[in-house]
C-alpha cells in the first residue's frame, strides 16, 4: 500500500485547509484510513479515522472542527480543517491499516500562524 498526501500548507488561524489522501491498495474500501499528525518535540498522534463501514474516531482536539471523509471508489480519505488554531501546526500523516499492518503517507505540513 502507498499513500500519497496532499494539500498542506501555511494559513491563518481560523483558516480552513483541505488535506487528502490517495491510496494504492487493492483493499481500500474495507480497511480503516485516517489522519494523524506529530507537532515537533512531540509523539505522533490520532486525528481522525474512519472505518469502512463510515464511523469515525475524532480526537477531543478537533472535533467540531475537522472532518474526515472516505471516497472508496477513489481510494481516497479526506480531512477538511477549519477553525484552524496554532496549535494544530504539525506534520500531518495519512494511514491506513490493513491486516493489522500500518502504512503511512509520507505526511505533509501544515502551519498556522497567530
Known amino acids: 500500500v502507498q499513500l500519497q498526501a496532499s494539500g498542506g500548507g501555511l494559513v491563518q488561524a481560523g483558516g480552513s485547509l483541505r488535506l487528502s489522501c490517495a491510496s494504492s491498495g487493492v483493499f481500500f474500501s474495507i480497511n480503516t484510513v485516517g489522519w494523524y499528525r506529530q507537532a515537533p518535540g512531540k509523539q505522533r498522534e490520532l486525528v481522525a479515522i474512519?472505518?469502512?463501514?463510515?464511523?469515525?474516531v475524532y480526537a477531543d482536539s478537533v472535533k467540531g472542527r475537522f472532518t474526515i471523509s472516505r471516497d472508496n471508489a477513489k481510494k481516497l480519505v479526506t480531512l477538511q480543517m477549519s477553525s484552524l488554531k496554532p496549535e494544530d501546526t504539525a506534520v500531518y500523516y495519512c494511514n491506513e491499516v490493513q491486516l493489522e499492518t500500518n502504512y503511512w503517507g509520507q505526511g505533509t505540513q501544515v502551519t498556522v500562524s497567530s
Open positions: 474512519i472505518r469502512s463501514g463510515g464511523s469515525t
